[in-house]
Each structure stands twice: as C-alpha cells, then as structure tokens.
C-alpha cells in the first residue's frame, strides 16, 4: 500500500540557519504530495501541496519539489526562524479515487533556537 | 474562513466509558474524517466518511465507531474507553477530489486521557 517515510527527528537548529526535512513516498501512479504544519496546541494545516511531477510547492519561505524520478518532496527553508518551531508531517493523496484520503508520515519535530 | 471545531479540546474519561467526541465543519464539506496522533507514529485514520449516513473503516478501527446523521456533523464514539485510547483525536474534512490536490482541513485536535 501507500506509505510516507520522513527523516527520524526531532530537528534543532540556531535562526537563520537552512532547514532540509526529507521524505520519500511508495504509491502507484502519481499521488498528490502535501506537507503539513502543526504548531504547538494547535490542529494540522497545510503548509504546501504538489499535484504533479517536477511541480514546486511554496509558502511562508517553504518550498517543495515533487521529484518522480527519487519519489521524493523533501522540505526546505533558507533562513529559520523561531516562529517556525513546530511538527512537520509530509503526507500523499492518491491520484485514483474521488474521494481519496492521506497517507502520513510520522511526522518530525523542528525545534529553532534565537 | 474556513472552520473545522472539534467540541472538546481536553477530556479525562475512565476505563469502560462511552466517549463521544463531537465534530463540526461548516464548509459544507463531503468528506469527514477521523485521526489519532501518537508520538513516533504520526496520524492514524480510524473511520472516514464520504457522505451522510457513509461510513468506511480506516487503518486502526478497532474500539471505535462514528456517526454521520447530518451533513456537517462527525462523531467518533469509543463504545467503552481503555488506556491505550489515550491520544490526540483529529478531526478533518474536505470537499471531494482530495487526491488531485484538493486540501484537507484540521480542528485542533481533543486530547484525550483514559484513566
């Protein structure tokens, strides 16, 4: 079946440092790929998606690039900050399959100090 | 904006209870789903629905049930609570299509603790 696995955590870094979270995907066919955020006390939401190969997710710094050919959509950022301290998960969506549910990884722990 | 409420944000429940916990989407959502979170294990779908009076299994149903009588309603039932039910309950919803991309929202979660 469909499966997501990130990179194990958690994950410290000084602010301003670059942030690279991998994550790689076993699915059939040409998933969507999102990654979610999830800040502390708080529920998940989304903080990028890509519905197709070689298609680059951005927001609030973050970017993301669906790479087919490593089946891979490795999270990065140039410069951290501390308000970016949270709980990334990477997650898929079938491509078949109107209402098609996501597949999560286990999620990794972003810790950013000042 | 859009809004997913999740009714109980902490509850502390004893073993062989029945727990409710109620969820509420007014986006006018078809799909509902149901997710616990566990430390080094991420987000696990226990039941998800397609539509009103719809329910399907996910990958960890056991000890749970859920109930969908109105449309932008989820309930996720633990018909008689035990300790390994302590978690973090996600509630979620979207429109259909998720796999081409559409997104799917989160309440904020219930913490649960069985004692």
């Known amino acids: 079946g469909d499966s997501v696995t990130q990179m194990e955590g958690p994950v410290t870094l000084s602010e301003e440092a670059f942030l690279t979270i991998n994550c790689t995907y076993t699915a059939t066919g040409y998933p969507s790929l999102f990654w979610y955020v999830q800040y502390p006390g708080e529920g998940l939401q989304l903080l990028l998606k890509a519905t197709k190969a070689d298609d680059k997710g951005s927001n609030k710094g973050f970017e993301a690039t669906y790479r087919k050919e490593t089946t891979s959509f490795h999270l990065e950022k140039g410069s951290v900050q501390v308000s970016d301290s949270a709980v990334y998960f990477c997650a898929l969506s079938p491509t078949t399959g109107a209402n098609s549910k996501l597949t999560f990884g286990k999620g990794i722990t972003l810790s950013v100090r000042p | 904006d859009v809004k997913v409420t999740q009714s109980s944000r902490y509850l502390v429940k004893r073993t062989g209870e029945k727990v409710f916990l109620e969820c509420v989407q007014d986006m006018d959502h078809e799909n509902m789903f149901w997710y616990r979170q566990d430390p080094g294990l991420g987000l696990r779908l226990i039941y998800f629905s397609y539509d009103v009076k719809m329910k399907e299994k996910g990958d960890i149903p056991e000890g749970y049930s859920v109930s969908r009588e109105k449309k932008e309603r989820f309930s996720l039932i633990l018909e008689s609570a035990s300790t390994n039910q302590t978690s973090m309950y996600l509630c979620?919803?979207?429109?259909?299509?998720?796999?081409?991309?559409?997104?799917?929202?989160f309440g904020e979660g219930s913490w649960l603790t069985v004692v």
């Open positions: 979620a919803s979207s429109s259909p299509g998720q796999g081409f991309g559409n997104t799917i929202y």
